[in-house]
């Protein structure tokens, strides 16, 4: 981490989605920047009743500049239409928008964020969901958790059981790429859907 860490001084002045997607492209609040390919900000409508927060971008968002367009993004497409959430009317974002990982050969292997790289993020989401304004967020994985539910709070226990987050109700859930790692994918998935559909009900 350098030694003027955090987002907050990126932050524009005015807080609309336009201005904060330019503002968070030029973001150097945490070492992760340097290596990543861009930014990958939050996409979707202003005020959607649905806000899904992942962990961070993976290897095709990170190139491609777009969040959930990878393998987990297929399964978490599958999950919202089947529990009748329409993903055009969702906003889509992660807890930290830069792709961390370990160079291994001509591959990128995902490398969990640290929570000080969590924390020097969190200003984009606090103004995300300033603007946005959602009914539910979907809180999917451990990270995501740890960013909007805190540090004593476990997916396992507490998935798909709406809690409090300021005005809205948050739902966790696993992150959908734990479903492609699952030994049952297909118990993992039913798991992972019956989640979505607990916040669907929320809203």
Sequence with gaps: MDGNTGAARFLPERLELD?????????????????????????????????LVGEQPGDQEDRQGHPFVGPAGRVLDRGLQEAGIARDSVYLTNAVKHFSFTPRGKRRIHQKPTAAEIDACRPWLDAELA???????????????????????????HRGEPVPLGDALAVATVHPSSVLRAPDRDDAYEGFLADLRAAAGAA
């Design 131 to 157: 603007v946005v304004r959602p009914r539910v967020v979907v809180v999917l994985g451990a990270t995501a958790a740890r960013a909007l539910l805190g540090r004593e709070f476990r997916v396992t226990r």
């Design 19 to 51: 201005a904060l997607s330019r503002a968070a492209a030029r973001c150097e609040g945490c070492d992760l920047h340097r290596a990543a390919t861009q930014t990958v900000f939050g996409e979707g409508p202003r005020q959607a009743a649905f806000m």
